[in-house]
């Protein structure tokens, strides 16, 4: 079935350093990848989604990538802000039955 | 603004007890969601339902069940608790396609002794 791994683990960055979070994929036929943001006590929410078709998107600070050859999608936040402090899910979409599966999570902590 | 709501923020329960946990969503989505969340392991999906009455085996569906005999109501069963069931429990909704746009609930934390 699909693994997503999710790297790193942990992140620090200074403010107003760029920070990248990147996720693997096995399932070659996944097409749709989201990006969940969970501050410290409160629930996961949705910051940016990218389907296979589309090699980039952009919302204000931050983007995902998507390489569908190499099976990689990555998550980058420009400007970092200490309320960029959270811990960040990668997920993606299983071919069959209709799944997300989640990436471990990365802890990232802005310092300022 | 979607709000999934779930009843307890805070469980504790003995080995052995069935515990119900409750979610309710107010958007009138079609789809619902149970997930556990444990620590280095992310979000594992234990069972979901696209519709009344209807459910399906998430990736971790051992020990538990559900329920969803309203739209709005989708709750899940572990039918004889056991330690290794102690975790955060994350409820989520959403309107279209099964995957896209989760509305995640605050979570219920059990703790089993």
């Known amino acids: 079935g699909e693994n997503v791994e999710q790297h790193p683990s942990t992140l620090s960055v200074q403010e107003g350093d760029s920070a990248v979070i990147k996720c693997t994929y096995s399932?070659?036929?996944?097409?749709?990848f989201p990006w969940y943001k969970q501050e410290l006590g409160k629930r996961p929410q949705l910051i940016i989604d990218?389907?296979?078709?589309?090699g980039e998107k952009k919302d204000q600070r931050i983007a995902v990538t998507l390489n569908k050859t190499a099976k990689h999608f990555s998550l980058h936040i420009t400007e970092t802000q200490p309320e960029d402090s959270a811990v960040y899910f990668c997920a993606a979409s299983v071919a069959y039955g209709n799944k997300l599966v989640f990436g471990a999570g990365t802890i990232l902590r802005v310092k300022s | 603004d979607v709000k999934v709501t779930q009843s307890s923020r805070y469980l504790v329960k003995r080995t052995g007890e069935k515990v119900f946990l409750e979610c309710v969503q107010d958007m009138d989505h079609e789809n619902m969601f149970w997930y556990r969340q444990d620590p280095g392991l992310g979000l594992r999906l234990i069972y979901f339902?696209?519709?009344?009455?209807?459910?399906e085996k998430g990736d971790i569906p051992e020990g538990y069940s559900v329920s969803r005999e309203k739209k709005e109501r989708f709750s899940l069963i572990l039918e004889s608790a056991s330690t290794n069931q102690t975790s955060m429990y994350l409820c989520a909704s959403s309107l279209t396609g099964l995957n896209e746009k989760l509305f995640f609930g605050s979570g219920t934390q059990l703790s089993v002794l």
């Open positions: 339902s696209y519709d009344v009455k209807m459910k």
């Open positions: 399932d070659s036929a996944s097409n749709y």
């Open positions: 990218i389907r296979s078709n589309v």
